[in-house]
């Protein structure tokens, strides 16, 4: 099996069963773009007859059409030689014959694409398996698409398949005990800095396993004039959004402004308008996982106190380190640059960020490591604006649980040992939680990359001390 699935097993049998249905069934799989969606189900569809067909990007309905009966001619040889259609009703009943004699399983890759972001092929889609797929026995339809915006609202929640999905499978990136399976012979240390500029992204992490370390690899990949990390954010946004400026400038605005911002300010700062279409750019790209919104756990879904923040770590790696040294990389920057970049005091707080947010990514097997998984809990950031007296709070990662236990999660990412300096730092933020929520208890965690000095050890101020490698579970360093 390709080193892409060794963190797919789940996601495969969750396929696998969905196949084996006899009764027709429909799937959706989503994901952004190079997550291994089309390779999941390729791999699934091993030994099963199916007939897979992919949208082209930025091409017209008609040029689609063609595309797709281009691609049932290469598959379906006599069968559908000469066969052209006007309409997706037209094209998907060429598939009904074929169907009657071998059922199959139908894979529309790209669907967006295919769509032309629209519901009308959904509507046609839905006529022809109701009345005449869904009448053959063993056939499976799976859509399949890189815009969950798209594949959630206009495909599994739209009236025309409402309720008639078997599978919804949203995929995402590898956490760090699958990364390390990616990259064999690599240390935690190495895994740890994978994720923190990648995120766990299955092409990503293919891309440096040729290298003989990650910042080699990174210095190669992301720091030379053809490397693939410098057009890979121009080509995200193409296949992801088109040529649309909007979503760009949201994302440059959330980029120079760690903490987040809230909404009139991210407007305000990205030069966009307020009215609806930020709304839907919002919901576009937290939805591929590229931004993140936060409410505070006290406030209802309703409230204006939501911060949006950049959550993608290659984005955010490709604004603080590759984008502002485009010029120089295309004109031939000296071959050390980001072993240079690497020793300055900008990137070692840009690296402790980094790890802050792989901790949040890590958050439900912090809670396993706590032994509270077990009881219901939301987490994520937690802050409030500055008030009267000018105190505003900033924790990072909070856990509000069900037995009226608050877990406050500080996170440090430190070649040096961490010392109980942090002690003053975390319990200012304690205060401030007291007074907020005077009837619950407050535990105090320490999450770090590194190791903690003597004298925090024995200060006994954190409930736990959790070391990085705990959160990549069975990981053992080789």
Same mark, same amino acid.
């Given at each position: ?55 082209v990007e930025g091409q017209s309905k008609k040029q689609q059409l063609a595309a797709f009966v281009f691609q049932l001619k290469r598959q379906a040889g006599k069968a559908a030689t000469g066969e052209t259609a006007k309409s997706w009703r037209d094209a998907l009943f060429l598939l009904h014959p074929i169907l009657k004699r071998r059922p199959a399983c139908i894979v529309l890759d790209e669907f967006q694409w295919m769509a032309n972001y629209r519901r009308e ?85 293919? %891309? ?12 190669? %990949? ?27 400038? $949201? ?33 576009? %790209?937290?939805?591929?996982?590229? $931004? ?29 380190? $590759? ?17 240079r970049l690497s020793q300055t005091g900008r990137f070692h707080a840009w690296r402790g960020k980094a790890f802050e947010h792989l901790c949040i990514a890590h958050a439900r097997r912090i809670a396993e490591i706590l032994g509270f998984s077990g009881v219901d809990f939301v987490f994520g950031p937690y802050f409030r604006a500055p008030g009267r007296d000018a105190t505003g709070l900033q924790v990072d990662l909070l856990f509000s649980r069900a037995d009226n ?51 925090? $050890? ?21």
């Open positions: 099996m390709s080193h892409t699935f060794v963190g797919r097993a789940n996601e495969m049998g969750q396929v696998k069963a969905f196949l084996s249905k006899p009764s027709p069934a429909v799937g959706v799989v989503y994901g952004r773009r190079r997550i291994g969606k089309s390779l999941l189900i390729r791999k699934a569809l091993e030994g099963r007859p199916a007939l897979t067909f992919e949208g092929i959904v509507s046609d889609l839905k006529m022809v398996w109701d009345q005449y797929f869904s009448k053959i026995t063993g056939v499976k339809l799976i859509l399949c698409g890189s815009i969950a915006s798209f594949m959630t609202t206009k495909v599994v929640r739209s009236s025309a398949l409402y309720g008639r999905t078997d599978l919804e499978l949203h995929l995402k990136g590898f956490h760090l005990d699958e990364t390390r399976q990616m990259l064999p012979g690599k240390g935690l240390d190495e895994v740890i800095e994978a994720c923190l500029y990648f995120n766990g992204v299955p092409k990503y992490l293919e %891309l440096l396993r040729g290298y003989s370390s990650v910042r080699s690899a990174v210095e190669e %990949l992301a720091f030379r004039e053809n490397g693939y990390f410098l057009e890979e954010y121009d080509r995200i946004f193409t296949s992801h959004f088109g040529r649309n400026p909007d979503f760009r400038k $949201i994302v440059a605005a959330l980029a120079a402004y760690p903490q987040g911002l809230f909404r009139r300010q991210l407007a305000q700062r990205a030069g966009v308008d307020m009215g609806g279409s930020l709304s839907e750019h919002l919901a576009d %790209l937290e939805s591929a996982g590229f $931004i993140s919104s936060v409410v505070p756990f006290d406030k209802n879904d309703e409230s204006r106190l939501i911060t949006y923040y950049l959550s993608d770590p290659y984005m955010r790696f490709y604004f603080s380190f $590759i984008k502002p040294n485009l010029r120089k990389i295309r004109a031939g920057a000296p071959r050390d640059i980001f072993a236990v608050l877990t406050l999660c500080e996170m440090k990412c430190s070649a040096a040992p961490v010392g109980a300096s942090v002690v003053k730092e975390v319990e200012k933020k304690v205060s401030l939680l007291q007074r907020a929520f005077p009837s619950k208890t407050i535990q105090r965690v320490l999450v770090i990359h590194g190791a903690p000095s003597a004298d925090l $050890i024995r200060s006994g101020y954190f409930y736990r001390i959790i070391k990085a490698e705990e959160l990549a579970g069975s990981f053992r360093q080789t």
